[in-house]
């Protein structure tokens, strides 16, 4: 069982930038692709950006191309989602989640575990 724990949300006014982290209890973090999603109410979960397992390949979705960035450091067994230019839109409950099947997709059906989710709120 993976245990996900993200933290770092809050409350934002529009262009400023958060920092979230997803800290896992897996000895073998290293190993796995790790993703962000997110929820806004009344939404669907969206795909927000997902890195290899060595850091070399990231891929992210298109509204937060540019803005946003993803990178781990397996040594803290530890992945981040550091977020510029925030938008009213960006607003939602972020999720970290890892793949253990080696998935590189944007589906959230090829993710296995999920964090509690952290509240990111974006003021105009």
């Known amino acids: 069982q993976v245990q996900l724990v993200e933290s770092g949300g809050g409350l934002v006014q529009a262009g400023g930038s958060l920092r979230l982290s997803c800290a896992a209890s897996?000895?073998?973090?290293?190993?796995?692709?790790m993703g962000w999603f997110r929820q806004a109410p009344g939404k669907e979960r969206e795909f927000v950006a997902q890195?290899?397992?060595?850091?070399?390949?990231?891929d992210y979705g298109d509204s937060v191309k540019g803005r946003f960035t993803i990178s781990r450091d397996n040594a803290k067994k530890t992945v981040y989602l550091q977020m510029n230019a925030l938008k009213p839109g960006d607003t939602a409950v972020y999720y970290c989640?890892?793949?253990?099947?080696?998935?590189?997709?944007?589906?959230?059906?090829?993710?296995?575990?999920w964090g509690q989710g952290t509240q990111v709120t974006v003021s105009s």
């Open positions: 897996e000895p073998t973090f290293s190993r796995y692709r």
């Open positions: 890195i290899s397992w060595g850091g070399g390949s990231t």
């Open positions: 989640a890892t793949s253990l099947r080696g998935y590189n997709g944007r589906s959230s059906n090829g993710y296995d575990y």
